[in-house]
């Protein structure tokens, strides 16, 4: 059964006026700012009507939010911004003790590689000897303030070889070693440390790039994400400690980014569910299972019609079986790289359809709108904000501003905006530049 007009999932983008108040929100807010600032949020959605709300989403940093308004309004899902949620997990990484200090030194070899004409000469003769491919273009996107380290990194790593015997050379290793009078050593643990760093910063990157809110990023790819990220901590050979640290920050970012939502977009994307790369459990799976059978009974999908296809399509059978009918269909699945394409051309006919359509279209961040709060509704009329409600969103406006402000603050010796340093040992390495660019998408 095809929804009604009014039943279509829709964003809708609440305009911001400047707030004027509230000037001293701290990045840590007390108790009480926090049961205000959720008050407001609560408010806001009774304001729009609970029943036209499926979703909200918003900053990590409203994530206390969340328990409430999931007990004052049963059945509406709160998660966190995956784009922003990643971005943190990246900084706090490339700042991780054990981590910065081998990431820094990478990062050192290159720059000074870079400035000097007798390394880069001796660089380039190397290259062509050994007969090494061309340096990869990396792009970023430079919403990371460690973009540029982790280019670095990539590039050290994408020519070793050439990197290595720079280092061991009885001419150069003294020049690229030292700097104010203090040296280092690189031997085969800090080149397998800089292989391990680098095969999880590259990949975070990746999904950084990716989840970007100006590419409106599918809620299904979320799980992907974190499957992807977890496999990566657990099979390289990290400093000490530092994959057990970030397993658990990973699981508690997770925690807030992912709920059955995105576990029943991800089920019903056929290019993530068509391949073998079981990203998600057994439990997850069921979970997103029964997010859709009550997404079609709240919803006005035909209930009874749309579990039979969710099973046909679990178990690729009927009108979703691998025979040779339906053959190039699955065949599709994989290269597809618009899922509601895949749903919309194939199996325009199907109740399943609707259901995935919707919930396909959903975006996993936030609005890059800077005046705008987005939130899922399935109302199609225009939502009237008046100027009672613009103040509640404005003073939820201040704290963000306020927030980031504080962050940026206390992370400004991080920055390359002046003649900042980062010690190892008795010498100092040049920090990242905020302005650099992240790495292409692999996905």
């Known amino acids: 059964m095809e929804p009604n007009q009014s039943q279509q999932i829709m964003y809708r983008i609440v305009p911001l ?69 990643l971005i943190s997990i990246l900084d706090g990484f490339l700042e ?26 001796k660089f380039q003769d190397i290259q062509r000897q050994l007969k090494l491919p061309p340096v990869p273009g990396f792009k970023f996107s430079g919403k990371s303030k460690y973009s540029s380290l982790v280019k670095c990194l990539a590039l050290l790593t994408s020519q070793k070889t050439a990197f290595r015997q720079l280092c061991e050379g009885e001419e150069t290793k003294d020049l690229l070693l030292s700097k104010d009078g203090a040296s280092f050593t690189v031997n085969d643990e800090f080149w397998n440390e800089m292989d391990s760093i680098t095969n999880v910063v590259v990949p975070l990157s990746n999904w950084i790039k990716i989840m970007e809110p100006e590419c409106s990023p599918s809620i299904s790819l979320v799980p992907q994400v974190f499957h992807e990220l977890k496999k990566a901590l657990l099979q390289e050979s990290l400093p000490a400690g530092t ?39 057994e439990n997850e799976e069921e979970e997103g299972a029964e997010f859709i ?15 039979q296809e969710l099973h046909q399509y679990r178990n690729k059978q009927g009108c979703f079986s691998r025979e040779e009918s339906n053959k190039g269909m699955w065949e599709l699945a994989h290269s597809v790289q618009d899922p509601v394409s895949w749903w919309k051309t194939l199996r325009p006919a199907a109740s399943l359809s609707h259901v995935a359509m919707s ?12 005046d705008a709060v987005d939130m899922m509704c399935f109302n199609s009329d225009e939502v009237i904000v008046d100027q009672e409600q613009q103040e509640k969103l404005a003073f ?48």
């Open 293 to 307: 059978h009550y997404f079609c009974g709240t919803r006005e999908f035909d209930v009874a019609v749309g579990l």
């Open 17 to 85: 006026t400047l707030a004027t108040r509230d000037e001293n929100l701290l990045s840590n807010p007390s108790k009480s700012t926090k049961e205000t600032l959720t008050s407001i949020i609560t408010s806001t959605v009774e304001d729009i009507g609970a029943h036209k709300v499926l979703a909200f989403v918003s900053s990590p940093c409203l994530s206390f939010a969340y328990d409430k308004l999931r007990s004052t309004f049963p059945g509406l899902i709160a998660f966190s911004c995956v784009f922003e949620s």
């Open 359 to 370: 919930l396909l279209n959903i975006s996993a961040c936030v609005h890059p709108h800077p």
């Open 243 to 281: 994959s057990k640290e970030f397993l658990n920050r990973l699981q508690s970012v997770k925690a807030a980014c992912l709920n059955e939502l995105h576990y029943a977009a991800c089920l019903l994307n056929p290019k993530i569910f068509s391949s073998k790369k079981e990203v998600l459990p």
């Open 96 to 121: 991780y003790e054990p981590v910065s200090d081998i990431a820094f030194k990478g990062k050192y070899i290159v720059d000074q590689t870079k400035r000097s004409q007798v390394l880069k000469k």
């Open 396 to 443: 939820l406006k201040c704290h963000l501003q306020k927030s980031q402000v504080v962050k940026k603050s206390q992370d400004s010796h991080f920055s390359l905006a002046g003649p900042s340093k980062r010690s190892f040992g008795n010498s100092k390495v040049e920090q990242p530049s905020s302005s650099g660019k992240k790495l292409d998408s692999k996905q």
